[in-house]
């Protein structure tokens, strides 16, 4: 009986044991969420007036990682190298070294949102020195990111809005969007990307064409992010199932813009998420030829009013 007794007890050790280990793995990424310092602010949820004293504080150096409490410290580093580990078991890495992650500066908590830098240690990562948000800039140190921690991470929900329609150049140009005019404008500012020289001589631009200049000459940071919405927001609902049910606004860089006609912005645009082939290709409007060095395309957004 004794020895019944004793086989039952560790067996309710061993079970409590383990469920113990499931539940802290579980309660250490319920800790909260993380947002690069843009993407919070693309999300709304901090305001220009926030991102104003954070770039002040930022600006006097004066922001040091001890203001913020032992508590939430762990709570961030610990969630740093939980989400690491996992990145690289997605992808089935093995041989991999965990970084040492360190706390560079703490700009201050905006209503349940921390804003702080860090660095990764040893683990190379790209050499990040100016990021500008909203004309607000940064200078950075090697390997510094400007990030933010949600302490419930289901305090927040983020839908983002179509707020334009995209239309490739063809599709623009077929619909009265655009003009021929408008066509061979853009197709000059892409077609002298390797030099106005050999666009003559290749025969993509006339030799008396004289391009409109563009207007306005470069896009408000309030455009750029209508248009990194609207694109989040279709491929979050692409009828193919081939999106990104996640995907953000901070997840798309406007590589090129070629000018705004008739109300239609003409941008190149790039999904950090999705690679491109180097591949050298055209497509020819009403004889207008648009030459293209990658997979990527010309595209013409429609603001909603």
């Not at 992808?91 to 560079?104: H, I, Q, R």
């Not at 623009?172 to 003559?200: F, M, P, R």
């Not at 209508?226 to 009828?239: L, M, P, V």
């Not at 645009?269 to 004889?287: C, G, P, R």
């Amino acid at each position: 009986m004794k020895k019944n007794a004793i086989i039952f007890l560790i067996i309710i050790t061993i079970l409590l044991t383990s469920l113990f280990i499931l539940s802290a793995c579980d309660n250490v990424r319920d800790k909260g969420d993380f947002y690069t310092l843009q993407g919070i602010y693309d999300r709304g949820w901090l305001s220009k007036e926030d991102l104003s004293l954070i770039a002040q504080k930022h600006a006097k150096g004066d922001c040091s990682p001890d203001e913020l409490s032992y508590t939430v410290k762990s709570k961030i580093l610990s969630t740093l190298r939980y989400d690491y580990i996992a990145e690289m078991e997605k992808y089935c890495f093995e041989d991999y070294a965990e970084p040492e992650y360190k706390l560079v500066a703490y700009y201050g908590k905006y209503d349940n949102i921390y804003v702080f830098s860090y660095t990764l240690g040893d683990v190379s990562r790209p050499d990040i020195k100016k990021q500008t948000i909203d004309g607000f800039i940064f200078e950075l140190d090697k390997g510094e990111y400007l990030s933010a921690f949600i302490e419930n991470k289901y305090a927040r929900e983020y839908t983002p809005e179509q707020k334009g329609e995209f239309y490739t150049l063809g599709q623009a140009y077929e619909q009265g969007l655009l003009s021929i005019e408008d066509i061979k404008n853009v197709a000059y500012y892409q077609n002298t990307l390797l030099g106005i020289d050999n666009a003559l001589e290749e025969g993509l631009i006339q030799e008396d064409f004289v391009p409109l200049p563009l207007n306005p000459e470069k896009l408000s940071y309030a455009d750029e992010l209508t248009i990194r919405e609207s694109a989040a927001y279709d491929y979050r609902n692409a009828a193919d199932n081939a999106g990104d049910k996640d995907a953000a606004p901070e997840d798309f860089i406007i590589e090129k813009y070629y000018g705004t006609y008739n109300g239609c912005v003409v941008i190149m645009m790039q999904n950090k998420n999705q690679a491109f082939t180097d591949a050298l290709w055209s497509e020819v409007i009403e004889d207008v030829p648009v030459l293209y060095f990658d997979g990527n395309r010309i595209m013409v957004i429609q603001f909603k009013d």
